[in-house]
């Protein structure tokens, strides 16, 4: 499929999938949308793709909806996100390979909850996150409201979403808002250099990690522990645990090979 609004490209492993809006700071459009499920489910189909990495094109991440797209007409906001927004969030929940949000500018709106589906969230020290919604009368969506709270916690949570402030790179990372933040310069260097190592760990793994962890959030102890036992009984059938065992009792490194 020839894309007209984000670049797709696997290095060493990694899916890239680079949202190429600069002039609109990679807001959101509804070829957008198509494109990023048709990228989401490549990679996911894809046994050489074993880590996904989305990034913005220029100074943005994502700046969330392209409101001239739907600038004059009345919006069914409800239909709006179930037809567009709601089908890509769960699919990046489904896939069973990191995700990483490679946050290079500012991430704001539908972009700042794009970010907080993503299972790890590498920022460049010039990122900003910014729940603008409420700028314009409106609630956290995308996830938003289920992620953010999840993340920071609840009281932090709603004075973000109150009040649209700017979480600047270094107190996102102090938040948990990110998981590392990056010299500007090398940024996508260093975001890449992170998921090839990713890449290069036991994938079958990592997706059941995913799985519980996401599901263990809804989950009293009772039906995690009960999860984690037959989640592991699936990781302990898979050639990257044998491979694993075995360097460990030869005393080298493992080589995994995802599955």
Known sequence: MAYET????????VAKITMNRPDRFNS???TMHKEMIHALKTANRDPDVRCLVIIGAGKAFNSGQDLSEVSGEKID???FLRQ????LIELMQSIEKP???AVNGVAAGAGMSLALACDLRLVSEKATFIDVFINIGLIPDSGGCYFLPRIVGIGK???LAMTG???KADEALRLGLANQVFPAETFEKDVMAYATRLAKMPTKGMGLIKRVMYKGLNM???????YEAYAQDIAGSTNDHQEGMQAFLEKRSPVFRGN
């Open 28 to 30: 959101f459009t509804l």
């Open 6 to 13: 984000i670049l797709y490209e696997v290095i060493d492993n």
């Open 220 to 226: 009293s102890l009772k039906e995690t522990l009960e």
């Open 77 to 79: 906001y409800g239909g």
């Open 165 to 167: 402030d700017r979480v």
């Open 157 to 159: 949570a709603l004075e």
């Open 84 to 87: 567009r927004y709601n089908p």
């Open 99 to 101: 995700i990483i949000a």
